[in-house]
């Protein structure tokens, strides 16, 4: 995998979504790991001195002493990605974060549910289940529930992996929003791909009931 050059950024904006910062794990269909290693916040600002949609990675500790929601204005500084594919947010490695602007509290009537996102022991206590793409740049986008997770494929053990980004639902199972999408190959060398056609879901959130 080819190494970028990390380089410290700083950046500005508005907070649009806050969703977990998740990474996957798969090895055929024997086995789809999920770890929770913090927050993504999506902003609407500047980073790098140019005006765009962006996001940021932040840890649990930071989000538990900001508090961050949706329509926060926030700066801080970040770093660029050493490899493109270990995260899917846009910089990690965030700090000196301030909130400049805080947001009005509103209630929503969910689905999506904007609610202040959950520690990590409840994202990996619900488990998730596959959520379709369209789904995840759409109706749930700025759902709590709602990830992009970077996945890593066991491809040929102990020498060559494969990496793409998946999108997957926290929330509960009888969201009117939800929606699969299509089965999703794991590949393996020499054996072609198999599917993970939603049986995995059900093992990985077998903690949880239909409206929990
Ligand atoms: S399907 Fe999942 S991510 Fe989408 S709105 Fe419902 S709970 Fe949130």
Known sequence: MMANEPEKIEWQG???????RTTVWRYRLDNRTHYHR???LFLDGEAQGIKTLFSVAISEKQQMKGIFR???EVKGTAWTKMYDVSDYADYYR???LKITIRA????TTPPPYLIEPPDM???EWRGARMLSASSYKGKCFQCVWATMAAVEIEYNWGVSKKYRF???CYGPKSCKFYKMGKPRAVPYKGDGSTYDEGWMDDLCTENRGWDD
């Open 104 to 107: 009005e509290r509103t209630d």
């Open 94 to 96: 965030a700090g000196s």
């Open 14 to 20: 508005t907070i649009v979504s806050i969703q977990p």
């Open 121 to 123: 022991a409840t994202y």
């Open 166 to 168: 998946e999108s997957f």
């Open 70 to 72: 949706i329509g926060d």
């Open 38 to 40: 913090g927050y993504n």
